[in-house]
Every structure is written in C-alpha cells, then in structure tokens.
T-cell receptor
Framework: SAVISQKPSRDICQRGTSLTIQCQVD?????MFWYRQQPGQSLTLIAT?????????ESGFVIDKFPISRPNLTFSTLTVSNMSPEDSSIYLC?????????????FGQGTRLTVV | QQQVKQSPQSLIVQKGGISIINCAYE??????FPWYQQFPGKGPALLIA?????SEKKEGRFTISFNKSAKQFSLHIMDSQPGDSATYFC?????????????FGKGTKLSVIP
C-alpha cells in the first residue's frame, strides 16, 4: 500500500486567488496523479506528474490554470490559479503501485476547496 | 465519451440484504477492473479488483462478477451492513506499457438502513 498525506485538508478561498496543495508519499514513486472530484461526482484526472519532466495534462486542463511541481520522488504540488467558484471541488493526489493482479491506485484523503 | 457506465446512481438496502452495483465498459482493451469505496471526507480506497480471465472473484462479503462477452461487471455486497454505507466507484484500466490512467464510473451512493 501507500500512505499519502495531503495538505491542506480543506480551505475556503477568495475568487481570483491561488491555492497550492501539497502531496507527500511515504516512499518513492515514479508517477503521481492529480484528480478533481466535483461534489457528488466521479473522479476526473487533471494531470500526471513524472519526476524530472513536465506534467502531462488531460483534455480540458491547462498548465497555466493548474501548474504542478514534482521536485522529487515523494512529493508533488498542485496549484489552482486565479480561482473561481467553479473550481470548488475535492482535489485528490494519487500514486500507483504494482499489486497482485494489476497496478493499484492509492489516494490521499483529498483537499476540499471552496471558492467564494 | 463516457467509457465506463455505472448504475444505479444511488441504492438503499436493508441491513443483511444484498447490494448490487453494475458497470459496463466500451473499450475492449481494458484488462483491469477495480472497485473503490469512498467514505465522506476520505479518498477512494481499493476494495477489490478483477482481470477478465476470471468470471468471479470473492473477498469476504464482496464479490465481483465479470462478463467479458457482454463487457459488464458488477459488485455484490452480501449481508450488507450500515458500515458499508459509502460511495462505490467502478473503474477500468488498460495495463499496457506506459498506460496508467484509470477510467472511473460516476459512482453509486449506497445507504444500508438498519
């Protein structure tokens, strides 16, 4: 398994500001993933962060809005920039590890963001 | 394009009953099918997973049934308990080299009432 710590666990932010979310993993991992989960909805992958290279963003997500850093194999940050109320969501950090029958994904507890 | 369709959206089951959640997928390249359980305020946690070379996998009260020809799989929770009340997500993944992305269903909110 993997122990993933996210900070902050929740925040209320003013529109137009930015918030940086931190993700710390208990051991080294190659890939880290950032998801968004809007209230009552499923998980949508924002980007994949590989240490030492630029993050790969999914359709609909851009680096200017969601810049990601990956300075080492156990840490990553996601910044939500120039926030609007539509950015109110739960943001989840995830890592993958090889399991018995396949690659298993593990998630942090999430950061609940409310933009007012 | 939603590649994994999950139903029902919500489910209410009496304690001791069987909870059944269904998923259907479109991409025949998917070869790994996990189920995740999410409690309020927590991240999703892997519950059970299956590969398409078996038709059923059981872990305790949780069973995945898999129908490759129909491209469907389901989660059965036997003897459902109030503590099982959570949101359940099915997912699918292609395990080829360089592929890491999980495709999630929209989730099922399960409520088990005493």
């Amino acid at each position: 398994s993997a122990v993933i710590s996210q900070k902050p666990s929740r925040d209320i932010c003013q529109r137009g500001t930015s918030l940086t979310i931190q993700c710390q993993v208990d051991s080294q991992v190659t890939m880290m993933f950032w998801y968004r989960q809007q209230p009552g909805q499923s998980l949508t992958l924002i980007a994949t962060a590989n240490q030492g290279s630029e993050a790969t963003y999914e359709s609909g997500f851009v680096i200017d809005k969601f810049p990601i850093s990956r300075p080492n194999l156990t840490f990553s940050t996601l910044t939500v920039s120039n926030m609007s109320p539509e950015d109110s969501s739960i943001y989840l950090c995830s890592v993958s590890r090889g399991g018995v029958i396949g690659t298993e994904a593990f998630f942090g507890q999430g950061t609940r963001l409310t933009v007012v | 394009q939603q590649q994994v369709k999950q139903s029902p959206q919500s489910l209410i089951v009496q304690k001791g009953g069987i909870s059944i959640i269904n998923c259907a997928y479109e991409n025949t390249a998917f070869d790994y099918f996990p189920w995740y359980q999410q409690f309020p305020g927590k991240g999703p946690a892997l519950l059970i997973a299956i590969r398409p070379d078996v038709s059923e996998k059981k872990e305790g009260r949780f069973t995945i049934s898999f129908n490759k020809s129909a491209k469907q799989f389901s989660l059965h929770i036997m003897d459902s308990q109030p503590g099982d009340s959570a949101t359940y997500f099915c997912a699918a993944k292609y395990s080829g080299a360089g592929s890491y992305q999980l495709t999630f269903g929209k989730g099922t909110k399960l409520s088990v009432i005493p």
